[in-house]
């Protein structure tokens, strides 16, 4: 567990999970962003101080998600994030400011630039659906390190908000690790709206090896198709 205290965008302290060795680091939590703050809107890019020693001085780009807190669909997409010069980088996007504050997560693996060592073999697993009376998967791909997992998939068909309501639902997963606690977004497909900037985003929970999602009050057009979201988590993540 790391403590960010020092930001140009006039955000509180940030605690993150860590995982840090010489050649790759995993950072999962979130950050939160008030656009009226004086610093945010005169700042170029969101940078946050890492702690003194932070293995990591520099990486490659990295991503996280930002996600707005627009009404009813809490619109988003993904941005670029990086360490340079023991900080934490994150590009800035303004669309969604006139919304208040918003949050960015990041459950996201950093490697140093321009990396020639071996990588260590991992094994692939692939979890299924226990519940396929309300869930379809699409595709599913994990890695269990010793420190940290890594998830891929996309779920076909979910229950739609008309016929299912706002819930909380939960997709019971076989075959994914049960010390995993992360809180990560969902990008839900629903219909095409007009003038619509980024993607209908959902917050959802991995918790005792399944996963678990609300809607918004009031999304009417969610299809309840298609919720893609990858992301690194450390094993035993607390929030």
Known sequence: MITLDTNNFGGASVTLRDFQSSTLCVLSGKITVD???SSYMAATRLELDLPVGFTMVRSAISNAILVSNAPIYRYGTVLQ???EDNRLCIE???LWDTFGPYE???????????YRGEFLPTTLYYPSV??????GIGFARYVDAADFVY???RLSSLPDYDNYGQGPFTVLLSGFATDV?????????G????DQKGSMITIGSFENGNLTFSYQEGAVNLSGKGALFNFFALRGSIY
């Open 92 to 94: 800035k996007l303004t």
């Open 81 to 83: 994030c990086w360490i």
């Open 151 to 153: 998830y891929t998939g």
């Open 191 to 194: 219909v095409l709206l007009p």
């Open 130 to 135: 226990l519940n396929t009376d309300q869930f």
């Open 104 to 114: 960015i997560y990041i459950n996201a693996a950093f490697v140093t630039r321009c």
């Open 181 to 189: 606690l992360v809180e990560i977004p969902l990008i839900v497909h």
């Open 35 to 37: 656009p009226a703050h």
